[in-house]
């Protein structure tokens, strides 16, 4: 992997690099940053860089012998520990290394969801069990075959669980020329002992330009960049699965529960929370759908205030101004908060059958709102 194929970070990425010419280089780190913002690839990047025998100032060499073992992530002194669905107690990660190496270099941005699907894993509970940590030690006592330094890459700690405790002797005080890379996204779920023995990298998530940039270079047009990277939120695996579904798709599918709600159709919606409310539509499909939800709704406030020049999406489903006639000054804050907090229980894991049953409920009502005054009152 080399910093120059991820988009953005690029204060992240020079911090990187000077530990490594500065010879800085910490040897327990976390790398923090939310679901798709490259925290896997830039530990990929950076666990290469600090192995490159050619260095350049600013990325690997892509040609030296560690660069071509590393970018088939075979070098023996590279480890992966990530969370698996174990069959017995005895297993660990090596036994899927195969479909790890596959899933990376197919995406590199990769979520646990993705992962998953890898692992044909349907609704199990991966985790990183108590025979990891102990094979993750094993390992480690081992001095390194080639490279000055053994690296170890933990993704998603977070799936640790209380064996993490096993390891935070060796994270405290690894074995010389050792380094730990954590790679995280829940602050609040790693076990706060390895929170206080690591470096924290804060990654942040990327900003829609960055991502836009990124899209228009693998060839996606202007006005679909723009619009994949709103809904994407600064997540590159969601901007890529938004690209490879036809977005279209999601705004189809949000005016049609729009109209349904309106009309007050009980039975098609529940067919079609049935459509959305399950693992293979996904997690960030549902987010996107209420992003794109929210910008309707802007949009059609906007038109109310014949504020049409700003209006972000020009869809060739549905006419803007038939939807704004049902949307006024009195129900759009009510539906913007409704869909912000749907969005943040996603999130956190909430049931998507219950979360959208309910936004429904309140579309329903929302809906029948009448303005009550027909001024938007500035100032009160
Ligand atoms: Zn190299």
Redesign the pocket.
Known sequence: MFFKDIPGQQAVKKRLINSVNEARISHAQLFLGPEGSGSLALALAYA?YIS????LPDD?????S??TKYQKLIHPDLHFSYPFISKGSAETAVNYIKEWRNAIAENPFMGIEQWMEYLDAENKQPNINIAECHAIIQKLVLKSFEAEYKIILIWLPEYLGAAGNSLLKLIEEPPAKTLFILIAENYEQILATILSRTQLIKIPKLADEELKAYLIDNGCPQEKAGRIAYLANGNIAAAQQLLAEDDDDLESLFIQWFRLCYGRKGVEINDWIEQVANARFGRENQKSLLRFGLQVVRDCLMVNLDQTSIIKFESKHFELNKLANTINFENAPLIIKGFEQAVYHIERNANPKIMFLDLSIQMMRNLQLKNVNSQLTINE
């Open positions: 290469q490159c025998l050619e260095k690997s060499c892509g040609k030296c560690s660069c």
